[in-house]
């Protein structure tokens, strides 16, 4: 069974940053492409970062460019965010999917 | 960026009824290789969402008979046979044809009446 799993998310200050993780399982990890999207608790999802299935293509929505970084470990099945410069605004729960199947969420919360 | 708009935002229908979703596009979905990618998602309260159609009408995995996607271009509809009570929760249809960015609906509410 396909599973993906967040961790790393938590309270911290503006400015702060965090690393999220994904921890895949149940497919052939390093044949998908991953990627990041967010959604303000009540509102909709918004895509946020995705990384190549080898990794070397990664892409970011405009409002966290230089500020995230989205990378992988395909050895360890694994997919992070990278999170610096934290903002009020980039509070919400962080989804790591593979459009096919979502993980849990794990919430981030920017406040002082 | 392509803007997805969905309607109606909030819908409310009894239980063992049809309901309908649209999901309209600023440009075309179709990609240069043919295929449309344009997928429906379910959240329900609390959890992530589920795939339930991709490239417009095709059903994952597990997901009933009731869900049908159809559409073209730049319309497309979900459509539930008849309404149970775990179809509550949002409904986002996406679009993976034009990206980056991929983008999301707003969504739509549907409740029981």
């Known amino acids: 069974e396909m599973q993906l799993v967040e961790s790393g998310g938590g309270l911290v200050q503006p400015g702060g940053s965090l690393r999220l993780s994904c921890a895949a399982s149940?497919?052939?990890?390093?044949?998908?492409?991953m990627d990041w999207v967010r959604q303000v608790p009540g509102k909709e999802l918004v895509w946020v970062a995705h990384?190549?299935?080898?990794?070397?293509?990664?892409y970011y929505a405009d409002s966290v460019k230089g500020r995230f970084t989205i990378f992988r470990d395909n050895a360890k099945n694994a997919v992070y965010l990278q999170v610096n410069s934290l903002r009020a605004e980039d509070t919400a729960v962080y989804y790591c999917?593979?459009?096919?199947?979502w993980g849990p969420g794990t919430l981030v919360t920017v406040s002082s | 960026d392509v803007v997805m708009t969905q309607s109606p935002l909030s819908l409310p229908v009894t239980l063992g009824q049809p309901a309908s979703i649209s999901c309209r596009s600023s440009?075309?979905?179709?990609?240069?290789?043919?295929?449309?990618?344009l997928y429906w998602y379910h959240q329900r309260p609390g959890q992530s969402p589920r795939l339930l159609i991709h490239?417009?009408?095709k059903r994952d995995s597990g997901v009933p008979d009731r869900f049908s996607g159809s559409g073209s271009g730049i319309d497309f509809t979900l459509k539930i046979n008849r309404v149970e009570a775990e179809d509550v929760g949002v409904y986002y249809c996406?679009?993976?044809?034009?990206?980056?960015?991929?983008?999301f609906g707003q969504g739509t509410k549907l409740e029981i009446k």
């Open positions: 490239r417009v009408s």
């Open positions: 999917t593979n459009f096919d199947y």
């Open positions: 149940g497919f052939i990890f390093s044949s998908y492409r």
């Open positions: 440009q075309s979905l179709v990609s240069s290789d043919g295929n449309t990618y």
């Open positions: 996406m679009q993976l044809t034009h990206w980056p960015p991929y983008t």
């Open positions: 990384v190549s299935p080898d990794g070397s293509t990664t």
